[in-house]
């Protein structure tokens, strides 16, 4: 065996002439030279890997303001309503308060058909800075509003934003990001959703509408500020045709000039994948973007009917009706505060499971619990039984139904919107995906409302149960294992099993 030393270049025999087995002085001092060198090889290594996590999760944080700005001005309604009810707006009926949980979807489906164009056109990062110039308008006609036309025109420009938000957010988060952090913070976008919920109730309950417009207005600016910043996609410049900028974007994103490799897989992905340009036809004709668009409404549909979006704009409702000792108020913060805290736990509950098992889970925890409310409020309203020492029950449920929740069904759908399309189909696929989740969050919120009025509070807490139980089903059989896979890894799956 010979060995030469990294330092002197001296060369030397493994065995001394006396005894064949043992190495010689000089050979042991090399072999230990060497091992040095690997060992600060490798910490170089994992070092180099630190800088390419933090690069990519900080461009994913920054992206995932836009969606606390447009979470705040969603549940801006839950601790406003009520206000807008009282004598400081006199001219405002409670019909007139009622449009503004609807306009928004409106909003959203007549904008859904522009989303493509943007996106393409102007890229992923341009087409989500746009969503914060429309927050700001919006919290600032809240701020400004003293009749009910204002406040509309707000959930108009609201609703346009959340066609970009939806749209571009999950798409810029899958190419900017390996697939170890995307299985981690791919869902940062749900992340800030809930944690905006809680905070909107918090700030919203003890201030007024004018201030918390402008405290929230915060939220769009600093996203701008940070996000502009951001390099756009590689996949994006890549899909243009320009080499340069798709390589300083991914030298940006992995903190490293040594990129060739990735890049010409990611070039040679997005070619084979462009070689159709996409339409709308592909996506319902093509059986692999067919059985994707499935999956990912399938989803969406599991996610509200389980009831989560209705729960979270009558969850101050719900408490006043359990007639609890604890006020509404509280118990609705208490409410969105374990919702935020157990969603930014479920990502690591999803890394660990993968997105099948995941929402099976899910599925099953809200099933349980939401026909445990619906048990406690059957026996309240058609029974005569005292149930004021279980008075506690209906947050206490609520509670571990989102917890629940938060472990598949809050972040598995949006997951899978960003990884199941191909580059040319993603555009056309939020389209599509904006206009279904649209109808389903007004359907099973206005099911909520309806339900409870003609039935009592058990019908429609019931009615999500079942809809859960038959996730637990669906889920199983279609929902696939995306855990560590790269996006062509998931194409190519997707056309196996087509």
Not at 229 to 239: D, I, K, N, Q, S
Not at 451 to 467: D, Q, R
Request: charged share 15%.
């Amino acid at each position: 065996m010979e060995c030469v030393s990294e330092k002197t270049n001296q060369v030397c025999r493994g065995e001394t002439d006396d005894d064949p087995g043992k190495m010689s002085d000089s050979c042991d001092q090399i072999v230990k030279e060497k091992l040095q060198l690997n060992g600060k090889e490798s910490s170089g290594n994992k070092a180099e890997v630190k800088v390419q996590n933090w690069r990519q999760i900080c461009a994913v944080c920054s992206a995932g303001l836009a969606a606390f700005s447009a979470s705040s001005l969603f549940n801006w309604t839950s601790p406003t309503i009520p206000k807008l009810q009282s004598d400081e707006y006199p001219n405002i009926s409670f019909n007139d308060v009622s449009y503004l949980s609807v306009i928004p979807p409106i909003a959203t489906i007549i904008t859904s058909p522009s989303y493509d164009f943007f996106l393409n056109k102007f890229g992923r990062k341009y087409t989500l800075l746009s969503v914060a110039v429309f927050h700001l308008i919006s919290f600032i006609l809240i701020a400004i509003a003293t009749d009910i036309w204002i406040f509309y025109l707000s959930r108009v420009l609201f609703g346009m934003a959340d066609v970009f938000m939806f749209g571009s957010l999950p798409v810029y988060i899958s190419e900017v990001t390996t697939p170890d952090i995307r299985g981690t913070w791919g869902n940062i976008m749900v992340i800030f959703i809930f944690i905006a919920q809680f905070s909107v109730n918090a700030v919203g309950y003890y201030c007024s509408i004018p201030t918390t417009a402008c405290i929230f207005a915060a939220a769009p600016l600093i996203f701008f500020m940070t996000f502009i910043f951001m390099p756009e996609t590689p996949y994006y410049y890549v899909m243009k045709e320009q080499d340069k900028e798709a390589e300083k974007s991914l030298q940006r994103l992995r903190g490293t000039k040594y990129v060739q490799e990735e890049l010409e897989q990611i070039t040679a992905d997005v070619k084979r994948q462009l070689l159709d340009p996409g339409t709308f036809k592909d996506l319902f004709f093509l059986k692999h973007n067919r059985k994707a668009i499935f999956i990912v409404v399938l989803a969406r549909m599991i996610q509200q009917f389980s009831g989560l979006s209705a729960l979270s704009v009558y969850n101050q409702y719900i408490f006043k009706e359990a007639g609890q000792n604890i006020n509404e108020g509280v118990s609705a913060m208490i409410f969105n505060s374990m919702l935020a805290v157990s969603t930014i736990c479920g990502p690591m509950f999803i890394r660990k499971f993968g997105t099948n098992l995941s929402m099976v889970i899910s599925c099953s925890g809200s099933f349980i619990t939401l026909i445990a409310e619906a048990i406690y409020f059957y026996i309240e309203q058609k029974q005569e039984i005292d149930l004021s020492f279980m008075n506690w029950f209906p947050i206490f449920g609520l509670v571990i139904y989102v917890i629940a929740f938060s472990i598949g069904l809050a972040l598995v759908p949006t997951l899978l919107l960003g990884e199941l399309f191909a580059t040319n189909m993603r555009g056309h696929a939020s389209c599509v995906m904006n206009i279904a989740f649209s109808i389903f969050i007004s359907v099973a919120t206005k099911l909520f409302h309806l339900l409870t009025s003609s039935f009592g509070m058990y019908v429609p807490f019931a009615f999500y149960g079942i809809c859960a139980f038959a996730g637990v089903f669906l889920c199983y059989k279609f929902i696939p294992d995306t855990k560590g896979k790269t996006l062509e890894e998931i194409q190519q799956y997707l056309k196996a099993k087509s």
